[in-house]
Structures are given as C-alpha cells and as structure tokens.
C-alpha cells in the first residue's frame, strides 16, 4: 500500500503562484507513474501533469507552460509547481501514484493509489 498526503493548496489572485507537495509513505518502489490531477465542481476529474520513473513528465495541454511536475526521491515527494494561474485553475488537486509506467505514457485516469486531495481557488 502506498499513501500519498497533499499539501499548498490555497487562495491565490490571477497570475500568482502556488507549489503543491505530495509526500508518499508505504510501499513506493513498485509505483512508476506519479501524477497530479484536479476535478472542479461538476466537471470531471482531468489529468493535468504526469511524471515517470524515468523522469519523462507530460502535461495536458491547458497548462503546458505554466505547471511543473518534479519531485524528491530521497523525500518522497511530488511537486506541482504552478505559475501563471488563472480562475479556470481553480478545483480541487489530487496526487496519485500507479504501478503501471505506461500510465503515464497514455495519461490514464485510473490509478492505483490517491491523495485526499488539496484546494486550489484562483480569484480573478
């Protein structure tokens, strides 16, 4: 089992920034697909930025530019680096991890292991 606890979600205006952090316990070496997603009221959950174990990221196209995904090995950590944020950003962030490395390559949405998720509301 791999547990994944989210943290920096926040209010921030227009333009302003804001880093997500997703620190991963249990058994993490069998996860080789780490990725952050969001889901707004009403709408359905999206994959915004994908991240490997061999370190190949990919992103959706609405925040390629704006967001990156890194993260800390030796902390187990997951990062969401956001810039640029708009009121379309607003929703709330969950971080995730899977088993499959190909996950990432076809930006599934079924994943093995998720967060609780962490509030993220950009006001124009």
């Known amino acids: 089992q791999v547990q994944l606890v989210e943290s920096g979600g926040g209010s921030v205006q227009a333009g302003e920034s804001l880093r997500l952090s997703c620190v991963a316990s249990g058994y993490t070496r069998n996860t080789h697909c780490m990725a952050w997603f969001r889901q707004a009221p009403g709408e359905e959950r999206e994959g915004v930025a994908y991240?490997?174990?061999?370190?190949?990221?990919r992103y959706a196209d609405s925040v390629k530019g704006r967001f990156t995904i890194s993260e800390d090995n030796l902390q187990k950590t997951l990062y969401l680096q956001m810039d640029s944020l708009k009121p379309e950003d607003s929703a709330m962030y969950f971080c995730?991890?899977?088993?499959?490395?190909?996950?990432?390559?076809?930006?599934?949405?079924?994943?093995?292991?998720w967060g609780q998720g962490t509030q993220v509301t950009v006001s124009s």
């Open positions: 991240l490997d174990s061999a370190g190949d990221s």
């Open positions: 995730a991890a899977d088993r499959r490395a190909s996950s990432c390559f076809y930006r599934r949405v079924d994943f093995d292991y």
